[in-house]
């Protein structure tokens, strides 16, 4: 059996995370102090301040934040009416970045919404209101509500309501896109409108938002472990710090945030241990667009050569195993089998990748990228209470922190350590035969033939024209 050269610290690692509440010290102060933290709130700004603080008083070098602009917005007030058969108010939210308006129009109910529903129903959805729901059906390829909103826009939806799968959690949110007024609706509000439909047959509803959509500013904050070697080549450890603006964003992801600072102090005891250097990064505006990574990405573009792997730590607390998806890096596989049979823990992997967090962007340049969790499947806290106002600091157990910590601390150990690393960046054409396998190159596109779609229209609001001459990363 290969001897563990590591294990010294190991021991050390482990120890000093399962003695310690710092990880939940600080994923507490992000969210009790700070809020959400999303872009154009107070506590954006303010839980960046702490991050960078609280990386230097821990010894990281380089601690700082980098600014880049995005298409922020502003929540308003937002109504959902049903005016015929009944008059009736239903409790709804906007969606971050819809459309500001009003819109009277019959609804149509699309369930899951499955990819193959909105050509066949095309004539139906044409000229009315979505309603769909966030669950996807089990079996079938996963629909992020993105694809959902943009093929039902493609198929002629003059408004979208977003329906939660879940009982007692409330309205769900999510971005989207300043195309059409979009809501976020309750599971139970949800019921009340497909019971309607079922037995009235022909359901009108009005949506009214008052969103202001404007260019915002947020922030990346960045720190480093500089390495023994001197070289050039570097491993990146990142996660989302914000949440949504309806609530504290605890699990998704602050505490994606509170993991990567953990694993920044804990190794930095080690750093003359370490052999090349270790960038932490806690993106902002994950949320509504990757806009946090994006930009990284593009203010560093000179140095993606030199990363030698991405691993992305979005939601660290909800996963029940702590595993890696491999981004389409088979060549990665043993390495990190042989990791997990050194470390004596289960590490879970797969070979697949989503274009859904902050990963993606590195992805697309060809970086060797992965993300922590279970490749079996999203924890039971994701399911629950994934962006929703129940998303708050009680649902976040210390033990799920530490395990992430101990577990992701000894393997980008060994990432950085490895002498002869066998992950190969790809060609642009390497990434795109790669999307294309996992089912979502039409996804990709949609947003360009969403796009050419509107601008036939005859009239484009402002906002959506902004949308349009925005380019797309």
């Not at 994923?27 to 154009?40: A, K, N, V």
Request: net charge negative; with cysteine.
């Amino acid at each position: 059996m290969k001897t563990n050269t590591h294990l010294e610290i190991d021991k050390a690692i482990l120890g000093e995370v399962y003695t310690s509440t710092e990880s939940m010290d600080n994923l507490t102060e992000l969210c009790d102090e700070y809020g959400s933290r999303f872009p154009g709130t107070p506590g954006d700004k303010g839980s960046v301040d702490f991050m960078v603080q609280k990386l230097k008083s821990y010894g990281l070098e380089n601690a700082h934040y980098e600014t880049f602009k995005l298409p922020g917005w502003v929540r308003g007030k937002a109504k959902l009416s049903v005016i015929e058969p009944i008059e009736k108010e239903l409790e709804c939210i906007s969606l971050p970045l819809c459309l500001a308006g009003t819109v009277e129009a019959e609804l149509i109910y699309l369930a899951e919404g499955p990819v193959e529903v909105y050509e066949r129903m095309k004539a139906e959805i044409e000229g009315k209101i979505v309603l769909i729901s966030n669950r996807n059906l089990p079996g079938t390829r996963s629909l992020h509500r993105t694809e959902k909103f943009y093929r039902s826009v493609l198929a002629g939806a003059k408004g979208w309501i977003y329906m939660n799968q879940n009982p007692g959690v409330g309205p769900v949110t999510g971005g989207v896109s300043p195309i059409i007024p979009s809501l976020g609706l309750g599971y139970e509000e949800g019921m009340f409108l497909i019971r309607l439909l079922k037995r009235k047959g022909r359901v009108k509803v009005r949506i009214e938002t008052t969103d202001k959509n404007m260019e915002m500013t947020s922030y990346n904050v960045v720190a480093d472990i500089p390495g023994t070697s001197g070289g050039k080549e570097y491993t990146l450890v990142g996660a989302h710090y914000e949440g949504h603006d309806i609530a504290q964003g605890a699990v998704d992801s602050g505490s994606g945030a509170a993991t990567v600072i953990e694993i920044a102090r804990v190794l930095n005891m080690f750093r003359d241990k370490i052999k090349r250097r270790i960038r932490f990064v806690c993106f902002g505006v994950e949320e509504i667009g990757l806009y946090g990574s994006k930009a990284y990405v593009e203010q560093h573009i000179d140095e993606m050569a030199d990363l030698r792997f991405m691993i992305n730590l979005d939601s660290a607390a909800e996963h029940r195993r702590k595993g890696i998806s491999l981004h389409g890096h088979p060549e990665l596989d043993a390495v990190f089998r042989e990791f997990g049979e050194e470390m004596k823990t289960e590490l879970p992997q797969a070979q697949r990748v989503s274009p859904y967090s902050d990963h993606w962007p590195f992805f697309l340049k060809g970086v060797p990228t992965g993300g922590g969790g279970d490749p079996g499947g999203a924890g039971p806290l994701a399911i629950e209470f994934q962006h929703s106002k129940y998303d708050t600091l009680d649902k976040v157990d210390l033990r799920s922190l530490r395990d992430s910590a101990a577990q992701y601390s000894r393997l980008i150990l060994r990432v950085t350590n490895l002498d002869e690393w066998p992950g190969k960046h790809k060609t642009k054409e390497q990434v795109n035969t790669f999307v294309k396998a996992q089912g979502f190159d039409d996804t990709v596109a949609l947003i360009d033939r969403t796009k050419a779609y509107v601008r036939k229209w005859q009239v484009i609001h402002p906002e959506t024209q902004a949308w349009l001459d925005r380019p797309e990363y």
